[in-house]
């Protein structure tokens, strides 16, 4: 979220640029329509799972992929494969949720402000975090109570 309000960083390529470099994925994934679209048919799927329960979607894009496993000279070591290169960063979205689900749960949060689309694993230490990002939604709301406190 900015100032301006939510925006989708998935909106056009230039933005999953951006998305790609910040997870991480640039040098992995091409910045192209095709990845933009498979991306964001992960994220909705995710997005589904979480918040409705419904697991087909995610169990499709996992399907697109597969992780081998093989012994290197250094030891053992994973390989992922995605045949289609498009669905890369999607897949790897939706095998970071299941190790997620696997390890906590309980700690895969939506954002409490009420104007905040976004989900996140709470790493705080008693796992009671509210917003995604203190910075952002925390602050605004802190702003918020403190400017409705004053009014009064």
């Given at each position: 979220m900015s100032a301006d309000g939510p925006?989708?960083?998935?909106?056009?390529?230039?933005?999953?640029k951006v998305w790609l470099l910040a997870n991480g994925?640039?040098?992995r994934c091409e910045a192209d329509e095709r990845?933009?679209?498979?991306?964001?048919?992960?994220?909705?799927?995710?997005?589904?799972?979480?918040?409705?329960?419904?697991?087909?979607?995610?169990?499709?894009?996992?399907?697109r992929g597969r992780i081998r496993r093989e012994l290197t000279g250094s030891?053992?070591?994973?390989?992922?494969?995605?045949?289609q290169a498009e669905w890369l960063a999607g897949w790897l979205a939706a095998d970071d949720l299941l190790r997620l689900l696997?390890?906590?749960?309980?700690?895969?949060?939506?954002?409490?402000?009420?104007?905040?689309?976004?989900?996140?694993?709470?790493?705080s230490k008693n796992g009671a975090r509210r917003w995604h990002s203190m910075a952002t939604c925390g602050n605004r709301a802190k702003a918020a109570r403190h400017y409705a406190a004053k009014r009064e």
């Open positions: 925006q989708d960083l998935l909106a056009d390529v230039d933005g999953l994925l640039g040098d990845s933009r679209l498979a991306l964001i048919a992960a994220r909705e799927a995710i997005l589904q799972a979480l918040s409705e329960g419904s697991l087909d979607g995610v169990n499709e894009v996992l399907e030891g053992p070591a994973e390989v992922v494969e995605v045949p696997g390890e906590s749960p309980d700690r895969i949060k939506q954002c409490a402000h009420p104007h905040c689309i976004l989900w996140f694993h709470d790493t």
